[in-house]
């Protein structure tokens, strides 16, 4: 079992960046994949980006390479979303979520635990 608790989001202004953070309970937090998701109300929920197990590699939805940069700390428990250069696009309900897949990371279904959801707000 794993818990996940988002934190990090807020109303920034488009260009801004922004620090997303998630913590994980449980002593298996090394096993799981790691993803970011996000979903604007009457929108179906999306994929953003994944990590490995180990932190070795990552996997991003097109339109935020270059900009978000997803980081995971397996002593802490805690993965990361550093998010640069934000548009208005990305203003979303953003989710932390746990699979044990790799290297496919894009479904939702395959995820098994997901977090509460941070807002993340950009305005224009």
């Known amino acids: 079992q794993v818990q996940l608790v988002e934190s990090g989001g807020g109303l920034v202004q488009a260009g801004d960046s922004l620090r997303l953070s998630c913590a994980a309970s449980g002593r298996t937090f090394s096993r799981y994949t790691m993803g970011w998701f996000r979903q604007v109300p009457g929108q179906e929920r999306e994929f953003v980006a994944a990590?490995?197990?180990?932190?070795?590699?990552?996997y991003y939805k097109d339109s935020v390479k270059g900009r978000f940069t997803i980081s995971r700390d397996n002593a802490k428990n805690t993965v990361c979303l550093q998010m640069v250069s934000l548009k208005s696009e990305d203003t979303a309900v953003y989710y932390c979520a746990a699979t044990r897949s790799w290297p496919l990371v894009t479904l939702e279904y395959l995820y098994d635990y997901w977090g509460q959801g941070t807002q993340v707000t950009v305005s224009s």
């Open positions: 990590i490995s197990q180990s932190g070795g590699g990552t």
